[in-house]
């Protein structure tokens, strides 16, 4: 089979998953239902959800696809083993995401600062910061009283080492630190709260082929596993702490060379959360007769669910096979991304994508499109939001930018 083929098998594939994880099916098999037979979200929940918002106003543009596509400073939050084909040897990245901007509020943003350098031909390091702002928040207790001002914020400061391991594969290992600051010094039903702090990896492969046809077309396909890391809590009363958003991202990127000036690239994504699916606290049993669920709490500790005291890896390992609908309902749990990018001398990009979550599992869809300019060793790029659903997005009709300054050795220039 030739290469170039793989990356339409693979579109083909995801099509088919997602055709089932829509279709129809029985009520009692494929999804959790109220007391009417009728489906409802079971959408899965996790701490510090800043982490997997994309920051890169480039995949921003094309659905949301960024972990196949060609590196720059931004890999870090998608794969950072693309680092290591990267074709220039510096690269430092600065982005800016205003959220929530159809509200009116301006003081909530997320920011991303990133960049990389080339060792030699076969390495390169990553670093980067995520900042998320969550704006100036009135506290108030349970009768309405104000109990004082507060600032939410959350950061994450990553590391990257990346190596090519054979001149089409290489993998890369990031760590990572996590700050999350919600409402520290205020008080919910007695219990103090507190700032939440753990430590995370992320592992990824990419395999790169650059000589497809007479063109020298490129396909990449990569892999990426993502947030791994403890538990977190935001008090020192709970024994019971939330998982981080550990994520299973699998991509292909397929660029055709259409002459020497013109090229256009077609990505896909697809992610899968590594969490367990939340047990519903009640189910209708055979007799149509809603009744608490025995699977729900079967150690009977902390009076919470059993999926919410496993353990990381636990959780991870029996994320594939633990939906309360079966099968059915770990496909829904697949998001898609799909994007494309058409480039004219490598100055001028146009790009457009689509993201596609299932609508019991947090329904979020959206087009994107979004322009890139380069102008020497400078690159601006845009993107812009339109939600396809009933389900608003924070970046509804936004406006979002990057800029990325990349060369090579400046000894070299």
């Known amino acids: 089979m030739q290469l170039s083929k793989v990356f339409v098998l693979i579109?083909?594939?995801?099509?088919?998953l997602s055709s089932i994880a829509n279709g129809q099916f029985s009520p009692v098999d494929g999804c959790v239902v109220d007391i009417n037979n009728e489906c409802i979200p079971n959408t899965l929940l996790t701490a510090v959800p800043f982490l997997r918002i994309v920051p890169d106003a480039r995949s921003g543009a094309m659905g949301d696809a960024g972990i196949a596509i060609s590196a720059d400073?931004?890999?870090?939050?998608?794969?950072?083993?693309?680092?290591?084909?990267?074709?220039?040897d510096f690269g430092l990245s600065v982005t800016y995401t205003p959220w929530l901007r159809e509200l009116g509020l301006t003081?909530?943003?997320?920011?991303?600062?990133?960049g990389y350098n080339k060792i030699d031909d076969l390495q390169a390091i990553g670093y980067g910061l995520k900042f998320f702002s969550l704006?100036?928040?009135?506290?108030?207790?349970?009768?309405?009283?104000?109990?004082?001002?507060?600032?939410?914020?959350?950061?994450?400061?990553?590391?990257?080492?990346?190596?090519?391991?054979?001149?089409?594969?290489?993998?890369?290992?990031?760590?990572?630190?996590?700050y999350s600051n919600l409402a520290s010094g205020?008080?919910?039903?007695?219990?103090?709260?507190?700032?939440?702090?753990?430590?995370?990896?992320?592992?990824?492969?990419?395999?790169?082929?650059?000589?497809?046809?007479?063109?020298?077309?490129?396909?990449?396909i990569a892999g990426a596993i993502t947030n791994l890391g403890s538990k977190v809590s935001y008090t020192n009363s709970s024994e019971v702490r939330d998982f981080l958003p550990g994520n299973l991202g699998i991509g292909a990127a397929y660029t055709m060379n259409l002459d020497e000036f013109n090229s256009l690239t077609f990505a896909l994504?697809?992610?899968k959360l590594l969490l367990p699916t939340p047990q519903p606290f009640e189910i209708i049993d055979e007799n149509g007769v809603q009744i608490l669920n025995p699977e729900f709490d079967v150690t009977g500790e902390e009076g919470v669910g059993d999926y919410r005291e496993l353990s990381t890896f636990s959780g991870i390992f029996g994320s594939f096979t633990d939906a309360p609908g079966g099968f059915r309902e770990e496909l829904q749990e697949i998001a898609y991304s799909f994007g494309a990018e058409y480039t004219y001398n490598d100055q001028f990009a146009v790009r457009a994508g689509y993201y596609f979550e299932n609508e019991l599992k947090g329904d979020r869809q959206y087009l994107t499109l979004g322009l890139g300019l380069k102008y020497n060793v400078a690159n601006i790029n845009f993107s812009y939001l339109i939600p396809t659903s009933n389900r608003r997005s924070p970046l509804d009709n936004t406006l979002r930018f990057s800029f990325i300054f990349d060369s090579l050795n400046f000894d070299q220039n």
Do not use: C, W
């Open 186 to 220: 205020q008080q919910v039903g007695g219990i103090d709260i507190e700032t939440a702090n753990a430590f995370a990896a992320d592992i990824s492969l990419t395999y790169l082929r650059e000589d497809i046809g007479p063109n020298d077309n490129s396909l990449s």
């Open 73 to 88: 400073p931004n890999a870090l939050h998608f794969n950072a083993s693309k680092l290591a084909f990267s074709e220039k």
């Open 269 to 271: 994504d697809l992610n």
């Open 107 to 114: 003081d909530v943003f997320l920011s991303y600062l990133s």
């Open 11 to 16: 579109f083909i594939f995801s099509l088919f």
């Open 135 to 178: 704006g100036d928040i009135n506290f108030t207790d349970i009768n309405g009283n104000s109990t004082g001002m507060g600032r939410p914020r959350e950061f994450e400061i990553s590391g990257a080492y990346a190596r090519k391991l054979s001149d089409n594969l290489s993998a890369g290992l990031t760590a990572k630190y996590i």
